[in-house]
């Protein structure tokens, strides 16, 4: 029977260098997770909470839109999102009832001063001026039936830029490994 031996000649520096590359590597994907939550949050702000699918009223919702990344170990988490409550109803749409609270309501129409006939006997009518009303009603509580559609503004923008995220995953894993192999 033949046999034969091999030697490894630098083996420990071998083994040094490719111990180091999880750690680097690492390092480069929560660069880049980092890197693509902020690009993503500037997406949301600036493509879907500054026109369609949502119109600005006061801008509550585009500042709220944030961003978080967690190296949870086994995985580098990135999340943007947002902490207003009616977030969740644009983004998933809405069906169902919602209680009304009691409320004052202001009516121009009852804003302004009005003719109106006055009948003093069977043959005579005068017009009066009547005083406007308060202009202001109230609306007792009450449920309501609300269908809001789906307006995406996360989960479009994410399904939108998955391309190049996956792509700059890629790129930094591969300048990660050519780094510490020397290459630039």
């Known amino acids: 029977?033949?046999?034969?031996?091999?030697?490894?000649i630098?083996?420990?520096?071998?083994?040094?260098?490719f111990s180091e590359l999880p750690g680097l590597t690492r390092k480069a994907l929560n660069r880049q997770v980092t890197s693509f939550v902020i690009q993503?949050?500037?997406?949301?702000?600036?493509?879907?909470?500054?026109?369609?699918?949502?119109k600005v009223q006061t801008g509550t919702l585009r500042r709220s839109?944030?961003?978080?990344?967690?190296?949870?170990?086994?995985a580098i988490e990135g999340t943007v999102g947002?902490?207003?409550r009616y977030g969740a109803v644009h983004e998933f749409g809405y069906h169902g009832t919602v209680m009304v609270k009691d409320y004052i309501r202001k009516q121009l129409s009852r804003n302004?001063?009005?003719?109106?006939?006055?009948?003093?006997?069977?043959?005579s009518t005068?017009?009066?001026?009547?005083q406007p009303e308060s202009g202001v009603a109230f609306v007792h509580a009450h449920s309501r039936r609300v269908d809001l559609p789906e307006r995406s503004f996360l989960r479009s923008s994410?399904?939108?830029?998955?391309?190049?995220?996956?792509?700059?995953?890629?790129?930094?894993?591969?300048?990660?490994?050519?780094q510490k192999g020397g290459g630039k």
């Open 40 to 54: 993503l949050q500037r997406y949301v702000k600036e493509h879907k909470l500054s026109g369609d699918p949502l």
């Open 82 to 84: 947002t902490n207003v």
């Open 126 to 130: 005068r017009v009066k001026l009547q």
């Open 112 to 123: 302004k001063a009005k003719f109106v006939p006055v009948k003093f006997n069977k043959n």
């Open 1 to 8: 029977m033949s046999s034969v031996q091999v030697e490894i």
């Open 158 to 178: 994410l399904r939108e830029l998955a391309g190049d995220f996956q792509r700059q995953m890629k790129e930094a894993v591969d300048r990660a490994t050519k």
């Open 10 to 17: 630098g083996a420990r520096d071998v083994m040094a260098h």
């Open 65 to 74: 839109i944030t961003y978080q990344v967690a190296d949870l170990g086994d």
